[in-house]
């Protein structure tokens, strides 16, 4: 027991006088401390009993005493039901609703059932979660059943306890030393049952009982916020059942029902919304409520809830082009719509339709692009779009922004967005539309846009409030960028006509200023920069493609261009900002208006084009260089390459002929070529193909490439074979052992090709069971011998080679090592002579025995004495008594003291004799 007792404090004791102190006699127990913080303690209650008491034959039709029992049932689980006793519960509530068909009496007791049912489950172990989850799932799905009990009531409170399941709302305290369910274990298990379904189901019984229809839509809309839930829900065809009745009730349903729509294509499966709705039925129901919202709605919610029907019906037509919009005319009055104002109609429809500036206007004309790009898929709608004018409308839009706007029209920051938002529509609408885009004038309008972007005569700085407009802030790149990609969209279609147009009106100037203006900037460029100059680059890769005309108007101009985009440092390459894009753009683009072109070649060459293009090639990554090699290849059918490129040096002062072959055998390498350490063929069967490669096994159709075909547009051996084809396979300069027997295979690449494809031939007709004519067969076993005997050659003429350089490794070792040898013999020998020296000067006898030595040295290498004649005076040109064995004169040279001693360098001093 618990006991009150006195707070002890730190101050000094009390003396009391000799008086009688109360002893309180009231006593707490800890069960009613617990009733008091908790709540009521739960008596258990038999429901076997009250089972038995509905089901015994007996007492079957007692109602009184079922009523009873009902009653005391709930008086006992008035604050909810344990989680052991719901599955008893629920047989309960069953046999009641069974009861229900013949005696309404007990309608009272299923709803008092219900009541309780809606406060969350009660656990006594914190294990019940786990082992009742089974159990409780199915007690929850059976609840939902119960919809089939045809009385209003009823159906009124399995909605509110389904709906305080789900949102924990209005708890009464609960038992004492028990708890609640948690949320999430409720919603597990909502989730785990098919409630949802059976709700969607439900729908149909509600039709005439619109109240009631809310409360199960309000319902709908909680669940639909899970993706399993919507899953459960879609398989009752829940969206063609909301769709089909949204319009027939209150604005809350459609509001309602539209958000259900809405979560079922964030979380459920699209493609199975868009399913149920494919039919003329829903379809008219999203455009009459569309309608009725854009034509009788005034208000910002109704402007919103257009918008979001708006927004579905964008959502769908892009799942599942094929829905019936054009059938039903919705597309047509949505283009209409997206017209307006633009483009003056006498539609009734537009009679009393106003846009403001407000944020929900602004949004919807934004809308009505977006559905008019999404429509475009489909094929049936090209007439439509067409009809409509959409793409007069759209280019409306490409003209300088001007800051002094009428006040009723759009701002100038919103003009701006929907600018971009109609080009970046253009790109899709323009290659559907050709004909309508020509009788626009569409590049005159294009390109006098895209000279005021790329030009600065005025004060005008982008907003970047949008999506598109994202890195425009305070320029015009934004719009630059939309601009180029309608004319990139417009070039990739391949239409003659189209790219005529755009020359005729000096498109290839106007891009040839912009790309000089961005790639002579000294600034550094950011990803939209280089986004720009890479379209830059496509277009007039396009224009100029095949047409010696138009790559003259190219000209010097632009080949400078080119070569300054090339000399920019290759490393950047790798800086992440998408260069190697902009560097394959600038190849591309040589290849289409320097390549063929004489002027331009020779005036390229001229400016080191080639030089910059192989710095280029030597740093880019393997994807990049078999695009820069086709380009070289081609360059070198002009006879001034070839000097470029013999004098071309890289890193480490490497030559072209040593670099080519590196990427020879990288390539190889990567292919799983067989070759030995030293680069020597192993495999004389396929000496090119790589190991894993296997023999074919089915007959191709005439009209597909075999594997040996494919093969060389897959790889650069061809065209290293083209490059070394150009230059020569003999005195090339800066190549090392290991090339000349990489040179052995390239040099005969084309014969092991012909090898390989007449190989695939003749497995070819043995697998069709074809026999040649005796004269075929003969020239085709011929030319399989003498290719097999090719490869035997060049695989012996590598080997002698390898032999050869190994022996010339051999003798080089030899001489290093003798070399070596002989300056340890000179070091030896001046050991030897300092040893001399020091017994010489340590020891007089030695001094003097070498001295006699080199005295006898001396007379043998004079000549025999004569007899001097009379006239002649002899002189002695040796000194005497001199003890030193080195040769004396006039001077001596002695070393001064040392510096340590002298504070000064060691130095000669000299002195004279």
């Known amino acids: 027991m618990k006991i009150l007792q006195a707070e002890q404090t730190n101050l000094p004791p009390i003396k009391l006088a000799n008086e009688k102190i109360p002893i309180v006699k009231h006593i707490i127990k800890d069960e009613e401390v617990g009733s008091i913080n908790e709540g009521e303690k739960l008596i258990p209650f038999d429901l076997e009993k009250v089972i038995k008491l509905f089901v015994d034959p007996h007492s079957a039709n007692l109602t009184e005493r079922h009523i009873h029992s009902i009653k005391k049932i709930c008086q006992t689980y008035k604050l909810g039901f344990i989680v052991r006793d719901v599955v008893k519960i629920v047989k309960i509530v069953n046999i009641l609703a069974d009861k229900v068909e013949t005696d309404l009496t007990y309608i009272p007791c299923i709803c008092s059932l219900l009541k309780i049912f809606q406060f969350p489950f009660i656990k006594e172990k914190s294990s019940d979660e786990l082992a009742y989850e089974t159990v409780l799932t199915e007690c929850i799905a059976n609840i939902g059943y119960l919809f089939r009990t045809p009385n209003r ?83 009752a065809d829940c969206a063609n059942r909301l769709v089909l009745k949204m319009n027939q009730s209150s604005d809350e349903i459609l509001f309602r029902s539209v958000d259900i729509l809405w979560n079922l294509l964030e979380n459920g499966d699209k493609v199975l919304v868009a399913e149920q709705l494919n039919s ?47 059938e039903t005319g919705f597309a047509k009055e949505l283009l209409l719509f997206a017209t307006y104002p633009e483009i003056k109609s006498h539609n009734p429809l537009t009679k009393n339709l106003k846009l403001s500036t407000c944020y929900e206007d602004f949004e919807l004309k934004k809308l009505f692009f977006n559905f008019a790009f999404t429509i475009s898929r489909n094929p049936m709608s090209y007439q439509l779009l067409s009809e409509s004018g959409i793409l007069l409308a759209l280019l409306s839009f490409i003209k300088p922004i001007e800051k002094n706007r009428d006040i009723r029209d759009w701002t100038i920051s919103q003009f701006e967005e929907l600018q971009l938002h109609a080009m970046s529509g253009l790109c899709i609408i323009i290659p559907i539309l050709m004909r309508d885009y020509f009788s626009c004038h569409g590049s005159n309008r294009l390109l006098t846009f895209l000279e005021w972007c790329s030009k600065n005569f005025d004060d005008y700085t982008g907003y970047g409030n949008s999506f598109h407009a994202k890195g425009g802030r305070g320029t015009k790149k934004a719009q630059l960028k939309y601009c ?4 990139r969209s ?120 080639v030089f910059y293009l192989l710095d280029i090639l030597e740093v880019s990554p393997k994807s990049m260089q078999n695009l820069i090699l086709g380009c070289v290849l081609d360059l070198s059918d002009n006879p001034r390459t070839l ?7 890289g890193k480490d002062n490497i030559k072209i002929a040593h670099f080519l072959c590196e990427l020879w055998r990288d390539e190889e390498q990567d292919n799983g070529v067989e070759r030995d350490e030293n680069g020597i063929i192993l495999n004389t069967l396929k000496p090119l193909a790589p190991a894993d490669n296997e023999d074919v096994q089915i007959a191709l159709p005439s009209h597909l490439p075999s594997k040996s075909i494919v093969e060389v547009s897959e790889n650069m051996r061809a065209k290293i074979y083209g490059i070394f084809c150009k230059l020569g396979f003999n005195d090339l300069s800066g190549i090392n052992n290991q090339d000349q027997l990489t040179l052995c295979i390239i040099e005969n690449y084309l014969d092991f090709k012909l090898s390989e494809v007449f190989k ?22 011929t030319i399989l011998r003498a290719a097999d005997d090719r490869v035997l050659n060049v695989n012996m003429n590598q080997k002698l080679l390898a032999n050869t350089f190994r022996q010339q490794e051999f003798m080089q070792e030899k001489e290093f090592y003798f070399e070596i040898k002989s300056n340890f013999s000179y070091k030896e020998k001046k050991i030897q ?68 001693i002298t504070g000064g360098r060691l130095k000669k001093i000299i002195y004279n004799q």
């Open 643 to 649: 000097n470029h490129l013999l004098q071309w040096e």
């Open 833 to 900: 002579e300092w040893k001399d020296y020091v017994s010489r000067v340590s020891k007089y006898q030695i001094l003097m025995a070498c001295k006699e030595k080199q005295v006898t040295s001396i007379d043998d290498s004079r000549p025999p004495e004569r007899d001097p004649q009379p006239y002649e005076t002899l002189h002695n040109l040796e000194i005497p008594n001199l003890a030193v064995t080195a040769f004396a004169g006039p001077y001596i040279a002695i070393d001064s003291t040392p510096a340590a």
């Open 484 to 487: 180029l990609r309608v004319i």
């Open 760 to 781: 695939e031939i003749n497995i070819e007709l043995q697998l069709d069971g074809i026999q040649p004519i005796p004269p075929d067969q003969e020239a085709l076993d």
């Open 280 to 326: 003329l039925g829903a379809i008219n129901q999203l455009r009459d409520a569309f309608l009725r919202q854009l034509l009788q709605g005034y208000s910002n919610y109704d402007r919103q809830l257009r918008n979001d029907i708006l927004i579905i019906s964008i959502q769908l037509s892009q799942i599942m082009p094929q829905l019936p919009f054009i």
């Open 153 to 235: 009531s009823v159906r009124e409170e399995i909605c509110n306890c389904v709906y305080n399941l789900i949102t924990f709302e209005n708890l009464p305290k609960v038992y004492a030393d028990l708890q609640r369910a948690s949320k999430n274990f409720i919603h597990k298990i909502i989730k785990k049952s098919d409630l949802a379904e059976t709700l969607v189901k439900s729908l149909a019984l509600m039709e005439d009982d619109t109240d009631l229809r809310l409360r199960m839509i309000k319902i709908l809309q909680k669940l639909s916020k899970d993706a399993d839930n919507c899953q459960r829900m879609l398989n």
């Open 490 to 609: 417009i070039v990739t279609t391949s239409n003659e006509q189209a790219i005529q147009d755009l020359a005729d009106q000096d498109a290839l100037s106007i891009l040839s200023n912009c790309l000089k203006q961005y790639s002579s900037s000294d600034t550094s460029n950011d990803q939209i920069d280089v986004e720009i100059q890479a379209d830059i680059l496509f277009i007039l890769t396009c224009i100029c493609e095949n047409d010696i005309h138009r790559k003259e108007l190219f000209g010097n101009d632009g080949v400078d261009i080119l070569i300054e985009l090339l000399r920019k440092n290759p490393q950047t390459i790798w800086n992440g900002l998408g260069y190697q894009r902009l560097i394959i753009g600038a190849v591309d683009c040589i290849w289409q208006t320097v390549v063929g072109c004489i002027i331009n070649e020779d005036y390229f060459i001229q400016k080191e084009g």
